[in-house]
């Protein structure tokens, strides 16, 4: 048996039998509150569009790991990150640098340093560093929870379609999503204090939505007229004839956060957030429905080491 014979969660199901695994991040008690650390790698084959200059790899490093930090409702503190490359121009090295620059400095985080090293290939290794009073974890979700999504679903998706595919269509706004998502740091702060249960959404809305459902021994009941699709993404997906909605459920590089809150505190965070409220919590299932019609929600979405990726 082989990686590609088990896939990503596959291989971190089987981590989690030795150790404590199974959140966006890991926690650590420290004094009042937690330090809650997440490491996220990039690697250029597999990870990196062809269009991304340079400063973009260098964001994406950080914002794949802040999305996490983010999705506990942490506050970052600090980035680190480990370099590797095959011999290359100092000024894209710099390029990289740069972006990872101009990333911590958005979110008033430290960039602490890190390592070098030559390989065969570029990759780039980031750990984030965070604190919360209160980590919100996936397991917290009870029935009756509201099932809610910040920003847009499928665009990113949409976008690495496009990139991937080499589609002739001139669409920069949702190339851009691919390009250059940005982790919901801010939006997580105030999510923090209310959520019930909470994950970022990198590698797919339907794979999050599972985890969580698995983790608080729940089912999730999604109404699938809600999911906040942009008009301008179903438009280009129609030219192209392409689903949106399967993107939206199914594809990656959203980094947006899903989270369940109780009913209760819906109106207190929509003053400071914007998201949908998209299903609620149910005792086990985990389906869409649509036109009076149940239909079933799919656990895939992007997955390392599968042979077929979604």
């Keep these: 048996m082989k990686l590609s014979d088990i896939g ?4 971190i199901e089987r981590l989690s039998r030795k150790i404590a695994i199974g959140d966006d991040a890991a926690c650590i ?5 937690y330090l809650v650390i997440s490491t996220d790698m990039l ?18 490093a950080v914002t794949v790991n802040l999305s996490d930090i983010a999705a506990m409702g942490a506050k970052p503190i600090a980035f680190l990150l480990s370099y590797g490359s095959p ?5 894209d090295f710099e390029g990289i640098i740069k972006g990872v620059e101009k990333q911590c400095k958005k979110f008033d985080v ?46 990113a998706a949409l976008g690495v379609e496009i990139s991937t595919k080499k589609l002739r269509i001139n669409e920069g706004k949702i190339l851009k999503k691919a390009l250059e998502p940005e982790p919901r740091v801010c939006e997580g702060l105030v999510l923090g204090k209310y959520a019930s249960s909470m994950m970022d959404i990198s590698d797919s809305f339907a794979v999050s939505l599972h985890e969580i ?36 459920l199914y594809g990656g590089g959203d980094y947006e956060l899903l989270f369940t809150i109780p009913k209760r505190y ?9 998201f949908n409220d998209i299903g609620q919590i149910v005792k086990t299932g985990v389906v869409g429905l649509k036109n009076g019609k149940t239909l079933k929600i799919e656990q895939r979405g992007y997955e390392h080491f599968k042979k077929d990726k979604q």
């Design 8 to 11: 990503e969660r596959g291989l």
């Design 29 to 33: 008690r420290f004094g009042n509150s």
């Design 43 to 60: 690697y250029g084959k597999t990870d990196i569009l062809p269009e991304m200059n340079f400063e973009q790899i260098g964001k994406l």
């Design 87 to 91: 011999d290359m121009e100092v000024d």
């Design 110 to 155: 430290t960039y602490a340093g890190g390592d070098t090293n030559e390989t065969d290939e570029l990759i780039l290794s980031g750990t984030a560093l965070g604190l919360a009073k209160r980590p919100v974890m996936r397991s917290g979700a009870k029935v009756g929870d509201i099932i809610c999504v910040t920003g847009e679903l499928g665009t």
């Design 213 to 248: 459902a698995k983790q608080s021994r729940v089912g999730a009941e999604i109404n699938l007229e809600n999911l906040p699709i942009t008009e301008n993404a179903r438009k280009i997906a129609e030219k192209l004839h392409l689903d949106m909605r399967d993107f939206a």
């Design 266 to 274: 819906l109106s207190k965070i929509k003053r400071n957030v914007e």
